[in-house]
């Protein structure tokens, strides 16, 4: 084989190759790995948990006018009457007409199935109102002028905050999970012997308090026995915060 092949051949080019890398580790310039391989790390993300509390100010009361009979006009004039018999009555105790709201009004056939083939036989219209209290005194009287207006469906009591107390809670706690999360941050960067840069992100989330429900007793509501205690309790409004730290 003459010299113009040899220095041609595979083996030779494999083995010069080969050659050339173990001169230029030993004797070539040294290149920090850190500097080849080393990528931007992930931020340091931490949560922190903020809660307030506070007793509700408004009392939500839902009551209902249901009326049945065969002629559909017939039945919604009656309802319509005990209707306007119940706002009336809400207005004298002093609930705002803004406070006593349409919450549903549905009207249903009700059905014969005796022959086989179903057949109208009459019509069922109901009426929902949910009304805003302010005067948790005015509860119990809410629930029996309802009754005694006609209303014969009682889907309860709830309590809750107003939107200038909801808003309140919702900054103090804030407020306590940033800190919570600060804090958290501040400790894992000492024990890793690192330091916090800039925030890179932050975000959260809401878990608010809804309306505390109280169960009531049908007998009493109306009549002459002891009216159901109204206890408000307390309304917790709960934040999660999460704070994405730069690591330097």
Known sequence: MDKENFLKHPLFLIASFFLLLAIFSKFGVKLPISVISQERGQPLVV???????????????????????????????????????????????????????????????????????????????????????????????????SVNSGARVIGGVSFEVNEETRKKLLNEARVEAVDEAKEKAQSLAKAAGVSLGKILNISESQSLGGPIPVALREAGIGGGEPQPEITPGETEVSVVVSIAYEIR
């Open 47 to 145: 949560d922190g948990e903020g809660t307030a509390t506070a007793v509700p100010d408004v009392a939500l009361v839902t009551v209902g006018i249901e009326e049945s009979g065969l002629e559909l006009n017939q039945v919604q004039d009656t309802a319509s009457e005990k209707s306007k018999a119940l706002v009336a009555s809400l207005k004298k105790l002093g609930i705002d007409e803004k406070d006593i709201k349409t919450s549903s009004y549905n009207v249903y056939p009700e059905y014969n199935y005796d022959s086989g083939t179903p057949r109208i036989v009459g019509y069922r219209v109901s009426t929902t109102y949910e009304i805003k209290v302010e005067d948790f005194e005015k509860v119990n009287e809410v629930l029996s002028e």
